[in-house]
């Protein structure tokens, strides 16, 4: 089944604690991006990715790092977590080469709790 | 820079009745436009997109969106609500040269029966 795995789904933490949230997708897309959904303000981008080690910031980048060391993973690096990072993180994926119309898909999410 | 506004955080509409869920955009280039819809507890899910092929876009579980570039608008329309279209609805746009997707801050529709 084509699709967009994050673990963990759930993590409470507490601040300064460095954590990582995995992103993999099995549909060899070549970009890969992470967004946080906070009440109000709906989805905005943090990093991005077009390709194997290729990594861009989005809109909100600050305390987060990424890496793209393999076409299928993603992970999403807390290096100082702090309180205002706590939200519902989403990993997207999409298949680049037909042009930016094209979907991308999302991972279940992961609600991130930092005390 | 593309950017899309969402009128309206909260819709209510009774089952049976016209869903209407309206979004803007902003945008220096032909724009490609989406709508998720993101059901409770899980992901986004892909409504339908407009990619400039078509104005009249028809997407899953009945939904629709017409593009109107005089107005920069892409509402969402579902001629009839039922129960299960509550969620969450996003309007997101993507520029021609761009990668990043930009979303509106969402639509919440409460469908009563």
Known sequence: ?115 | AQSVTQLGSHVSVSEGALVLLRCNYSSSVPPYLFWYVQYPNQGLQLLLKYTSAATLVKGINGFEAEFKKSETSFHLTKPSAHMSDAAEYFCAVRGNSGYALNFGKGTSLLVTP
């Open chain 1, 1 to 115: 089944e084509a699709q967009v795995t994050q673990n963990p789904r759930y993590l409470i933490t507490v601040t300064g604690k460095k954590l990582t949230v995995t992103c993999s997708q099995n549909m060899n897309h070549e970009y890969m991006s992470w967004y946080r959904q906070d009440p109000g303000l709906g989805l905005r981008q943090i990093y991005y990715s077009m390709n194997v080690e290729v990594t861009d910031k989005g809109d909100v980048p600050e305390g987060y790092k990424v890496s793209r060391k393999e076409k299928r993973n993603f992970p999403l690096i807390l290096e100082s977590p702090s309180p205002n990072q706590t939200s519902l993180y989403f990993c997207a994926s999409s298949f680049e080469r037909g042009g930016p119309y094209n979907e991308q898909f999302f991972g279940p999410g992961t609600r991130l709790t930092v005390l």
